[in-house]
């Protein structure tokens, strides 16, 4: 098993664009997390499924951000459009009781 | 404000050495966990102690928890320099299960 993958594991964008991060999880793991994480803020839970559905996005910032589990082997955030304070590190983790992260995809917003 | 709050922020210490990070949270809990952190790595779990637990080992980790203080200790023992890394408590509360995480607390162990 690969562990969780994220993708790009980099992205620079100009202010404005759209983007994009992907997830895959690890099979079995019933729960899938989107953190952001900043210097500022530490670690923030962004929102999270259950089998698939969308629990919780009260963490979502803004409307700009959305993330979608069209199956239990891959999620999307997107960011659209974005701006340079969304410039963070994105997790993305599994879970049934201990979570497992990505690596994590670094979005840097110019 | 966050869930867990570890304590310290900073800690250096030399190789050999015992290492202890501490943590606070707020609400009741189902489980506490620990994980660490390498720069520019996901986080990694370490070791989960559950709410009718007091304490618990791993290795070279030993984990207590208080639930009356609503806290946490996690210590590592005769340090080594690959343990230089940032450690975060997280809390998974009795009603939901979504980690909260604190803000970590960064260890650096000097060969």
């Known amino acids: 098993d690969a562990g969780v993958i994220q993708s790009p594991r980099h992205e620079v964008t100009e202010m404005g664009q759209e983007v994009t991060l992907r997830c895959k999880p690890i099979s079995g793991h019933d729960y899938l997390f989107w953190y952001r994480q900043t210097m500022m803020r530490g670690l923030e839970l962004l929102i999270y499924?259950?089998?698939?559905?969308?629990?919780?996005d009260s963490g979502m910032p803004e409307d700009r951000f959305s993330a979608k589990m069209p199956n239990a082997s891959f999620s999307t955030l997107k960011i659209q459009p974005s701006e340079p304070r969304d410039s963070a590190v994105y997790f993305c983790?599994?879970?049934?009781?201990?979570?497992?992260f990505g690596q994590g995809t670094r979005l840097t917003v110019v | 404000s966050q869930q867990g709050e570890e304590d310290p922020q900073a800690l250096s210490i030399q190789e050999g050495e015992n290492a202890t990070m501490n943590c606070s949270y707020k609400t009741s809990i189902n489980n506490l966990q620990w994980y660490r952190q390498n720069s520019g790595r996901g986080l990694v779990h370490l070791i989960l102690i559950r709410s009718n637990e007091r304490e618990k080992h791993s290795g070279r980790l030993r984990v207590t928890l208080d639930t009356s203080k609503k806290s946490s200790s996690l210590l590592i023992t005769a340090s080594r320099a690959a343990d230089t890394a940032s450690y975060f408590c997280?809390?998974?509360?009795?009603?939901?299960?979504?980690?909260?995480f604190g803000s970590g607390t960064q260890l650096t162990v000097l060969p």
């Open positions: 997280a809390t998974e509360p009795g009603s939901a299960r979504q980690l909260t």
């Open positions: 983790a599994g879970q049934n009781t201990e979570a497992f």
């Open positions: 499924f259950n089998n698939n559905v969308p629990i919780d």
